[in-house]
């Protein structure tokens, strides 16, 4: 049975994210998406999770959707043989590509069968050889750039008949700016990493998806989307973004929502950095600096451990006891060391600027609110860079140039407090920012082309069923 846009009403889809909350929020906010187009739906979730965020927001996202299945993908144990890495979310990528052949008697057991699985990124090489085996179709959740996804798209050209990759100065994809070098991650330069590893392994399996939706819209990558959308052997691109904020994700404390009432429209500089990236106490105390500096007022959410679980210190202990006393009396800062609900804070009408890592998720978020950013990405996480170049190409971004942060570059306060004062007086970003803003709503709203995305999508899927 159809129903007017002509989609079955009764399409099954499994959503498999992997780890991270950076992976997590974009693939529950598709999950609602897919719940209001009247699929139903089944989540995978490992077992066991890696973070107290995770397990929080899964929990969340099942009390509000009672009609969605949980299954439990229970994880075997990380060899230590191929566990070359420290961070503890690739860790549990690689565990779960080990686990994968136990998604298979997981798939089969669903009932009604499943009409297609949505699989992330790092999962992918593993999970297709499951789904193909199964005929079950398969897509991928991008929750990266268009300007990523390229890279990865270009990656198994770049092959040498050693199995090494090559790359020059500069990356040079047919249809898009090039990508620096320099724009790339450490760890992406060492064939012998891991996260090299699980990038080239998932490179090499785009063409046998059916399709690839990003979290992205015309209005900020129009140029990448219209290249990985003619170029040839690609899966189709579904540009689903942005994705919005739902209800299940809370809503942010009343103590941080009352300090931001009480401040000027358009005054506030957030400070926050995704959800897993850490900051040296050295670092800390320069970004304090630097916000006293500026004399702005500002909203700052640290962060020095990857693992929530293991954050224990307080606010004393992380600043240090000088730093936060300055803070207090200079009555122009609100630090805070929990979970907040970024989005909501993004579109509070007295935050008017953003100092963020350039996560592809604040990205997105950022758009929507209309609110300039100023950038300090970290090299040696994947992505981070190379979403900056998309900001910077639309014009609604200052960035701290010395920016090497995380390749044991301090960014001085005396920098990043010019930066802030540069970036909340610019009448030139606070334009383009608003314009893309107004991009990102039309996009978002009603006849947009994030609903007519996953429209195309779902009638792509029943026109070859
Ligand atoms: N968030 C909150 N509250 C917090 C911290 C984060 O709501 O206190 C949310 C934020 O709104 C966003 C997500 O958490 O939705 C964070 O995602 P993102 O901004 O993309 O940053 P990361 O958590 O660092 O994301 C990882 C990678 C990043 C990549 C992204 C998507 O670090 O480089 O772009 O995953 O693949």
Redo the contacts with the bound molecule.
């Keep these: 049975m159809s129903n007017s846009d002509g989609i079955q009403s009764c399409l099954h889809v499994a959503l498999l994210p992997s780890s991270?909350?950076?992976?997590l929020?974009?693939f529950l906010r598709l999950a609602a998406s897919f719940l209001r187009c009247h699929c139903q739906l089944t989540l995978i979730t490992t077992d066991p999770v890696v973070s107290l965020?995770e397990s929080q927001l899964i929990s969340r996202f099942l009390s509000a959707f009672p009609p969605v299945t949980e299954k439990k993908f229970t994880l075997l144990p990380l060899d230590p043989a191929t566990a070359n890495s420290t961070d503890p979310f690739t860790l549990q990528w690689e565990t779960i590509r080990r686990s994968a052949h136990l998604l298979s008697p997981l798939i089969s057991s669903l009932s009604p069968p499943l009409s297609f699985i949505v699989t992330d990124i790092t999962l992918m090489s593993s999970v297709i050889p499951i789904s193909a085996n199964l005929c079950l179709p398969n897509y991928m959740l991008f929750?990266?750039?268009a300007r990523?996804f390229s890279l990865l798209a270009y990656f198994p050209s770049t092959k040498t008949a050693d199995g090494s990759f090559q790359f020059g100065n500069v990356i040079e994809i047919p249809g898009i700016p090039p990508i620096p070098r320099s724009s790339l991650p450490p760890v992406l330069l060492n064939s012998n990493s891991l996260f090299a590893k699980i990038f080239s392994e998932n490179s090499q399996t785009i063409t046998k998806l059916n399709g690839v939706l990003i979290n992205t819209f015309e209005g900020l990558e129009k140029q990448a989307l219209d290249m990985l959308n003619s170029a040839k052997g690609l899966p189709p691109v579904f540009p689903i973004g942005p994705l919005l904020?739902c209800e299940f994700?809370g809503a942010e404390s009343l103590a941080t929502l009352k300090w931001l009432d009480d401040q000027k429209e358009g005054s506030v500089l957030y400070v926050?950095?995704?959800?897993?990236?850490t900051t040296s106490k050295e670092q800390i105390k320069e970004i304090g600096m630097g916000l006293l500096l500026s004399g702005c007022k500002f909203l700052w959410?640290v962060?020095t451990k990857i693992l929530d679980k293991e954050e224990e210190e307080g606010l004393d202990e992380i600043l240090g006891y000088e730093l936060m006393q300055r803070i207090k009396s200079s009555n122009n800062g609100l630090v805070v060391k929990?979970?907040?609900?970024?989005?909501e804070i993004?579109s509070h009408k007295a935050v008017g600027g953003f100092l963020?890592?350039?996560?592809?998720?604040?990205?997105v978020?950022a758009a929507l609110n209309g609110v300039p950013m100023l950038a300090c990405p970290?090299r040696q996480?994947?992505?981070?860079r190379i979403?900056l170049e998309v900001v910077e190409a639309a014009g609604w971004v200052l960035c701290v140039k010395s920016s090497g942060w995380g390749e044991d570059v301090l960014l001085k306060g005396e920098e990043i407090g010019e930066k802030i004062k540069e970036l909340m007086a610019s009448e030139s970003v606070k334009l383009e920012a608003a314009r893309i803003g107004q991009e990102a709503r039309k996009a978002a709203g009603f006849g947009g082309s994030c609903k007519d995305s996953l429209k195309k999508l779902l009638q792509s899927w029943n026109k070859a069923h």
């Design positions: 991270g909350m950076g992976h929020i974009p965020a929750t990266s750039s990523m904020r994700e926050g950095f995704g959800s897993r990236t959410v962060r929990e979970w907040v609900n970024q989005c993004l963020s890592h350039c996560g592809w998720n604040s990205v978020e970290q996480f994947g992505d981070q979403n």
